[in-house]
């Protein structure tokens, strides 16, 4: 731990891949944090495997330390393994709209921090390698950057998987329009129907003509799919296409199905890069600030609170209940809970409810319902499921357990339990509004900020990075390694300051008493101490929900 407050200017050696210039002490230094388990500097004569589905197994670490407790989770590089790549200058030097802005490089050295919230001695903690176009200052004290393609040499691709979510035909857009107006790249394929799509379907030649108009529409114009991750399939697809940009959209387990795909490409020996963009409307991916399309499902969401409290409102007894997407982490629900005010109870997955006696969901209907006359619930679709008599031991084509309609079996049993129990009649209207919220387009707040992301993953993508998600980390977009966004899932943390203000807003019950918050906060400290040990030495860093950060 650092013994003093004063900030140092980190002092490492030298490996800057972003750079052609001779090493400077100033220079982070990486040590591999566990060994890697193949070796990328050996490929084969065509590379070719005949692996199929496979999970990435290469733990490697790209880490270095500074003083003061300063971590760096760096992402790979082109030329960690085929050295002497050579450089060209990037294009955007002379884009008439870019090179005006002096802000618009980001120093090669930019780095984010995770933990924004520090005292006095805390360790500076982990960071991310800032994304942008790159300047270095050169001997001559000239600022210059450097790209690891050129123009017409690239030949990129884009492929969208798992569920829908708003916002997708806008990162397309994004990618394409970026690619095509600022680095002036002509190749740009669409991959129909997600992963499969590389070995069984068609491609789509891309334009900014093509997609001018797209994020208009919900869906993705590319289609999407689960299940179908053949990696080698797809790496031959890769290679025999001379696709050397490879652009993924998609949740956790796209971005799990990419990192295979990064590390069959690095065991190939192969000059391609591949960049995720994390796509989830149930904001379930760590590390990043936010996912594209939650701000536009958590507004679309109001439309079906409205509409279950006007039903409520207008009869005797009304309970409107609404069920909103979630299968592990009650964002959505949440902030739709707290935006709207109209909601009188919100069950989501991390925070465990029971039904009966005191302190329990019937007791509080009931008081409601007999104080206002009427009530409004909402609930993600992964609560409560352990109430369930028996769990559905069935999975989607990709893994994810199926989840029970616990939104419907619910509803059920508030009516028995009042009309049958309590003799109370009871006017229980129910929603379900999922799909109609997965499949309109993104609003403007999304639309600017899918522009940002495909931005992001475009400038790591020419500086030669791969292997990596990008995304805001408090606000600064940052390439992140895919082990860290597929290693575990962002929840709410319900011992939270965010929980607390919608527990207060509602009124509901916590449902849980003094010994389970303490052993709740426990279990999270231990999270906590897990995730230093798993990045590494002499530091700390914030492992709770990424939304907000305050
Ligand atoms: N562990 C994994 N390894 C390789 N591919 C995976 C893995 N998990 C999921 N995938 C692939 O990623 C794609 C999307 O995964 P899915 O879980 O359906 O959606 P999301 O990416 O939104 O979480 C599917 O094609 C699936 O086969
Ligand atoms: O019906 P589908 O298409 O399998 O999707 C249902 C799931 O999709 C989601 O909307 C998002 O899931 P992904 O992030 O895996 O795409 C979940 O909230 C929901 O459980
Ligand atoms: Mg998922």
Redesign the pocket.
Known sequence: MASSASISRPRFRCFDPSNSYPATPDHPRYFSASPPTSSPSTPRANGRSSGSMAISDNSELKIATGPGGYVLEDVPHLVDYIPDLPTYPNPLQDNPSYSVVKQYFVNADDTVAQKIVVHKDSPRGTHFRRSGPRQKTNHMQLDISQVYFESNDVHACIVTC??L?PGLNTVIREIVCGLYHMYGVRRILGIEGGYRGFYARNTIPLTPKVVNDIHKRGGTILGTS?GGHVTSKIVDSIQDRGINQVYVIG?D?TQKGASVIFEEIRRRGLKVVVAGIPK???NDIPVIDRSFGFDTAVEEAQRAINAAHVEAESVENGIGFVKL???YSGFIAMYATLGSRDVDCCLIPESPFYLEGPGGLYEYIERRLKEDGHLVIVMA?GAGQELLAESMNQQ?ASG?KL?QDVGLWLSQNIRDHFSKQRNMAINLKYIDP?YMI?AIPSNASDNVYCTLLAHSAIHGAMAGYTGFTVGPVNGRHAYIPFRRVTERQNKVVITDRMWARLLSSTNQPSFLDLKEVEAMKKEEKEEETKAQLIVGENHTEATSASLPKE
């Open positions: 798992g569920g979510c689960r949740g387990g989830t409307i149930d997407m979630g299968r679709e989607d994810n989840l999922t997965r």
